[in-house]
Nanobody
């Protein structure tokens, strides 16, 4: 099970840190991705992390503003989001898989329930 938290309402230029807590399995054993879906739009990938902890991908529009990290001791992954923009408004999901390619294909083993991020003044 994956449980996201940390979403909310923030003004443009603000920051949020999303968390995705793993239950029943270990962060170190899975490749993990962050995704988001805005109203009326398709789900898109934000960032991917290998089981090794290496971040392999950031969406161009978040590069330099978002940081994907992991704390194996807490069995949690994080998405630090800085300099937020209104276009970052979406429901954010984490996903985990033992096969990295499944993240690319959008078919991971597990999805979280999502957390709403709203960027507005």
């Amino acid at each position: 099970q994956l449980v996201e938290s940390g979403g909310g309402l923030v003004e443009p230029g603000g920051s949020l840190k999303l968390s995705c807590a793993f239950s029943g399995f270990q962060t170190a054993d899975y490749s993990v991705g962050w995704f988001r879906q805005a109203p009326g739009q398709e789900r898109e990938a934000i960032s991917y992390m290998l089981r090794s902890g290496t971040v392999t991908y950031y969406k161009d529009s978040v590069q330099g503003r978002f940081t994907f990290s992991r704390d194996n001791a807490k069995n949690t992954v994080f998405l630090q989001m800085n300099s937020l923009k209104p276009e970052d408004t979406a429901v954010y999901f984490c996903a985990a898989t033992q096969v990295y390619g499944n993240l690319i294909r959008g078919t991971p083993d597990y999805w979280g329930q999502g957390t709403q991020v709203t960027v507005s003044s």
